[in-house]
């Protein structure tokens, strides 16, 4: 079984910074964020390919969000600047096997989520 934690979520100002971490398996996964704001469905926020090499983010994000990782430490990072109260959500962790994908349902394995509350 693949199990996903997330940590890094909480309160912050709007204009501020926060950084999310993913303990993501040792092996060769594609990892992604995803966000749930209440009662909105979930969205796709970045993804990042096992060797790093290739990231995608969505609309939303892109300019203000990066995602790196650490694969000496299986750890999947997302740095977030410029937050706004629209960022505000669960942010959950998502790994799939293959390339990275945008879509929730290509993503097998997921984490129990992490808030992020973007005051203004």
């Known amino acids: 079984q693949v199990q996903l934690v997330e940590s890094g979520g909480g309160l912050v100002q709007a204009g501020g910074s926060l950084r999310l971490s993913c303990a993501a398996p040792g092996r060769t996964f594609s990892t992604g964020w995803f966000r749930q704001a209440p009662g909105k469905e979930r969205e796709f926020v970045a993804a990042?390919?096992?060797?790093?090499?290739?990231?995608y983010f969505a609309d939303a994000v892109k300019g203000r969000f990066t995602i790196y990782r650490d694969n000496a430490k299986n750890t999947v990072y997302l740095q977030m600047n410029s937050l706004r109260p629209e960022d505000t959500a669960v942010y959950y962790c998502?790994?799939?096997?293959?390339?990275?994908?945008?879509?929730?349902?290509?993503?097998?394995?997921w984490g129990q989520g992490t808030q992020v509350t973007v005051s203004s």
């Open positions: 990042i390919s096992w060797g790093g090499v290739t990231t």
């Open positions: 998502a790994a799939r096997e293959g390339g990275i994908r945008v879509g929730v349902r290509d993503y097998n394995y």
